[in-house]
C-alpha cells in the first residue's frame, strides 16, 4: 500500500549464477541496460517509478528484445519485491501466453483491478466484454471457431470474455463500480482495410470494400458509444450521469450467475433499444463531458 517503501529488481536464471539488475526504488528510481550472462546480452530491461493513478506510486517493468532473436523468451525471469506492507503486481501478457507462479500462498493471483485509465476515470464509461460470437465463415469457405482459452474450451456464447479486464477501481468510492457494463466483443465483424495484413482465417470478405473478424474490448467499447450516440440522438442534453444511470439501469442481467453490479460484468450486458427508449423518455438532462473507454 506504501509503494515509497518499495523497491523492485529483475533478474534471470543464468548458466552460473542468477544475474539480477540493481534494486529500483519508489518513487523516483530508474534503471535501463541490457543483462550479461556468458558474454551473450539479454534485454535491455527497463525499470522506472511513476506516481501512477489516482495518487498510487508504481514501478514499472519492461523486458525487451533489442536484437530480436527471442532468447528473452525461453529465459526463466524472477521480479524481486522488497520493503513493507502490501502490493498489486499487473503482468502484461498481451503478446505471450505466459502464467505466474508463485513460490508461496503469500499472494493471490487473479484479474482484480486490471481496468486501466482513461476507462477508470469517474466520469469515463469502462465498457467490458461478452462472447457475442465464437465460430464464423472466412472468405475462402472455411470454418473457422475462436482460440481455446486457458481451460482448454471454447469461449462460451454469452460469457464475459476472457480477455476483458476487471474491477474493482483502486479507489471505487472516488470512480463508482468498475466496468459499467458488457458490450459485444468476440467475436465483432468490422470494416478491413485495404492495407491490414490480416490472418485469412479473419477474413470474412477479401479486400476491397471487405470485412473481418474481430475481439476485444476495443471492439466491445465502440459498441457501446454508438448505443450512447443513439441515446444523444434521443435526447441530446443528456450528461455523463444520466447516460450511465440509463446504460446500467436498462442492462440485462439475466443468466449471468452473479450479484450484480459485479467486477466483470458491471451491470450487466448492455440493452441498445431499452436504453435509447429510456433515454428519450428523460425528455433532456444537463450536458457534461466524458466518455467511453475500453476495459481491457
Known sequence: NDAAKLSVRVGFEGENADVFTKAVAAPNGTFKATLSDDGTEFGPVTIYAESGQASQSGIIVRIEDGNGDKAEQGLKWFVEVTGSGGFDGFIDTTDANGFVKLKDDTATVDHLTTIGFPAIASKVLAIGSFTSKNAWTDSGGGQQTSPEEADGKVPQLGAVSAFSSQGPSRNPAATGPKPDVVAPGQVVVSALSGSAKESASKVIVASPNGFFADEGTSMASPAAAGIVALMLQASPKLGVAEVRKILTGNANPESMGAKLP????????????????AAEATGGGSSSSGGSSSSG
Open 262 to 277: 459485479d467486477v466483470a460484468w458491471g451491470f450487466g450486458r448492455v440493452n441498445a433499444l431499452a436504453s435509447t427508449i
